[in-house]
């Protein structure tokens, strides 16, 4: 009988001790995908092309008022031009030349690490898969807002194409770098 209270006690102890000592993971903010897009261009020696694409989901993980992670979807499918080309631009930007829908639908990101350079600018590095291939992305992201049920944020970068494998360039005439910004809602 002693044994038995005795084990009880320990386990009693060691619960108690873990739930004042646990760290809380922070909160969650699901990205508004209504809201928040990615837009790129694509420049070429004659010009460019602009255009943007939607989120299918996302996180944002905030601890302390301050982004610590996250990971997103983009759906690529969803691509749209917006410089007034027409619409066989998008058809060739989806085929197996540069996105190649038939094969995938969508891109990650996943943040790796935040590090604020001060209080509404952070720099955040992740890795980007896009056409099954995977690279480390880095860029400064700006907070233009956190609290208690929301979240926005932008951030402008630029990344190689051909890292990619749309090394598509018949006329020699593509640049490959691809400008991105990302406009980001999200609520709890």
């Given at each position: 009988?002693k ?77 749209k ?14 085929s ?93």
């Amino acid at each position: 009988m002693k044994k038995i209270i005795l084990a009880v006690a320990l386990v009693a102890s060691t619960v108690g001790i873990y739930s004042f000592t646990t760290k809380k993971a922070g909160d969650a903010y699901s990205a508004d995908t209504a809201k928040s897009k990615v837009e790129f261009i694509g420049s070429k020696s004659e010009g460019y092309h602009t255009g943007f694409f939607s989120l299918k989901d996302g996180e944002i993980n905030v601890e302390g008022g301050k982004i610590t992670g996250g990971s997103f979807t983009v759906d690529i499918n969803s691509l749209k031009i917006t410089d007034g080309s027409p619409d066989m631009l998008s058809d060739h930007l989806k085929s197996p030349n540069f996105l190649d829908v038939s094969k995938s639908t969508s891109a990650t990101f996943s943040i790796s690490s935040v590090n604020y350079v001060s209080a509404n600018k952070a720099d955040i590095n992740g890795i980007l898969t896009l056409k099954g291939i995977t690279a480390p992305v880095k860029f400064t992201a700006n907070i233009r807002g956190i609290d208690d049920k929301k979240l926005f944020a932008e951030a402008s970068f630029s990344i190689d194409r051909t890292a990619f494998g749309m090394s598509h360039d018949p006329k020699g005439n593509l640049a490959d770098d691809v400008q991105i910004s990302v406009h980001l809602f999200a609520k709890k």
